[in-house]
């Protein structure tokens, strides 16, 4: 009997090819799954609207939201949120800093936040304001209201006002996390230093 040497069993090779395709492709879809995760449920892209956040935020910045950020807990006070109003007319993001948690009371009294009757120790740079709007009287934030403020005080549609009011926690997509342009992280921006 002769043995032919040209004639190899094929077979762990083809097992090798067939093992390392499937590797391939589990990593190709384990990246597309990852990067599906991240657009849609971890980061997401907007562009600030107006002035109302200056000297923290330009208008037409470049903003990455950390939607991620508040699935474990809640805001805290002086976090940039972007939010979208439900049942209200415009669709649009809205960035604010959150100046009232919930179950407190936020007053504006001679250009000044109280909170709880004692005045906020504001961390941003801003101006006195001109227009206490609502908040000229006692504000009780619900269990799931927050109050917010533009950095820019006296150009800022806020919680002051009716048609922006208290933000529910349900409407607010996440955290203003880092301005693409002149790459910065939005919380270290325009904060007064500490004496």
Do not use: C
């Not at 006002?161 to 996440?174: L, T």
Request: hydrophobic content about 40%.
């Amino acid at each position: 009997m002769r043995y032919d040497f040209d004639k190899e069993d094929k077979g762990p090779v083809i097992k090798k090819v067939i093992l390392s395709l499937l590797i391939w492709f589990v990593e190709i879809a384990a990246v597309i799954g990852l990067a599906y995760f991240i657009a849609n449920y971890a980061l997401e892209k907007t562009v600030m609207p107006g002035q109302s956040m200056e000297n923290t935020l330009k208008d037409q910045d470049k903003i990455i939201i950390n939607k991620f950020a508040y699935v474990f807990h809640k805001p805290k006070r002086y976090d940039v949120i972007v939010f979208k109003q439900s049942n209200k007319e415009h669709s649009y993001l809205n960035v604010k800093r959150v100046i009232g948690l919930p179950g407190e009371t936020v007053q504006i009294k001679g250009g000044k936040v109280y909170i709880n009757g004692e005045e906020l120790k504001e961390r941003a740079v801003t101006d006195s304001i001109e227009n206490p709007g609502l908040a000229e009287e006692d504000i009780k934030l619900d269990e799931n209201e927050f109050f917010v403020l533009g950095d820019n005080r006296n150009n800022s549609e806020d919680s002051r006002f009716a048609n922006i009011g208290n933000i529910v926690k349900e409407d607010i997509i996440g955290k203003a996390w880092i301005r693409q342009n002149g790459f910065a992280f939005i919380n270290k921006l325009n904060i007064a230093k500490e004496e």
